[in-house]
C-alpha cells in the first residue's frame, strides 16, 4: 500500500493551468511584472520656485475656487432653491464648475513650474477682466468684486510677464 499524500496548499492564481496541462487556445499564466524604480525626488518636487511664480499661482487658484464656489451654490439653488429658471441655475452652476477647472489646472502648472500652464493663467486672467468690468458696470456691491477681481487679474498678468517668471518656466524670449 502506499500512502497519499496531504495535498499541496493552493497560491497565487486557483485557475492556472498546471504546466503541460492547457488546454489549446488559452493563455499561459503571466510572470508578475517587477516594480517600477521609484522615481526620483527631484523629479516630483519643483526647484524653488521664485515668489512670484508661487504668487501668480496663488490667485489663480484662489479665482478657481470663486467660480467653482459659486458654480456649486447655483447649482444648489438650482436644485434645492426657488430660482426664476431652475434649468438656468442649473446649467449655469454646471458651466461655472466647468470654467473653474482652467484656472485651477494653470495653477497647479504653475505651481509645478511647468511652462504649458502659463497660457492658460493669462487666458483667465484676460476674460476676468470683462467680468470686473460687467461686475463695475452693475454698481452696489458689485464694485468691490469688480475691484478684488481686477487687481487680481492684473497682478497676475504682471506677474507672469515678469523675467523671472519665464525664466523659472522655462520660456525663453524672442531673439
Do not use: C
Not at 21 to 44: I, Q
Not at 140 to 158: K, N, Q, S
Amino acid at each position: 500500500m502506499s500512502k497519499k499524500q496531504p495535498p499541496k496548499p493552493r497560491t497565487g492564481n486557483s485557475r492556472a493551468a498546471k504546466p503541460g496541462t492547457a488546454k489549446p487556445g488559452t493563455a499561459k499564466p503571466r510572470a508578475a511584472k517587477p516594480a517600477a524604480p521609484a522615481a526620483p525626488a527631484a523629479a516630483t518636487v519643483p526647484a524653488a520656485l521664485p515668489g512670484r511664480l508661487t504668487a501668480a499661482a496663488v490667485l489663480t487658484a484662489l479665482e478657481g475656487l470663486a467660480l467653482a464656489g459659486l458654480g456649486v451654490y447655483m447649482l444648489f439653488v438650482g436644485i434645492a432653491g426657488d430660482p426664476d429658471s431652475p434649468q438656468q441655475a442649473e446649467t449655469g452652476g454646471i458651466t461655472l464648475l466647468a470654467l473653474a477647472a482652467l484656472p485651477l489646472i494653470a495653477a497647479r502648472g504653475l505651481r509645478l513650474g511647468r511652462r504649458w500652464s502659463r497660457g492658460p493663467a493669462l487666458m483667465t486672467q484676460l476674460l476676468a477682466m470683462p467680468v470686473a468690468w460687467t461686475l463695475w458696470t452693475t454698481g452696489g456691491a458689485m464694485i468691490a468684486a469688480a475691484f478684488a477681481l481686477a487687481l487680481a487679474a492684473v497682478a497676475v498678468v504682471a506677474l507672469l510677464v515678469n523675467p523671472g517668471a519665464t525664466e523659472a518656466l522655462g520660456i525663453e524670449g524672442r531673439s
